[in-house]
């Protein structure tokens, strides 16, 4: 699956997890952890365990936040 390329510093790779940070849905980190309903190849933060972009919520938030190495979501 070809990966897109932006330049936006919020979609930039993590180095390592944000935790107790903010992160943006695009970003990823080593740390990633895909939830069970993650699509396969998209290891972003929008779809890592860890993160919580409040999904459960009536509305999802644009920023989440890292809680590495807690399990957030399944």
Same mark, same amino acid.
């Given at each position: 699956m070809a990966e897109? +390329? !932006?330049k936006r510093r919020e979609d930039a #790779?993590?180095?390592? #997890?944000?935790?107790g940070g903010n992160v943006w849905p695009r970003q990823r980190c080593p740390a990633f952890e895909p939830r069970e !309903?993650?699509?396969?190849?998209?290891?972003?933060?929008?779809?890592? $365990?860890?993160?919580?972009?409040?999904?459960?919520? #009536? $509305?999802?938030l644009d920023v989440g936040v890292c809680y590495w #190495? +807690?399990?957030?979501? +399944?």
């Open positions: 897109l +390329k !932006s #790779p993590l180095t390592v #997890p944000n935790t !309903s993650a699509v396969a190849g998209l290891d972003q933060c929008w779809y890592c $365990r860890c993160a919580d972009f409040h999904l459960d919520q #009536p $509305r999802a #190495p +807690k399990k957030v979501m +399944k």
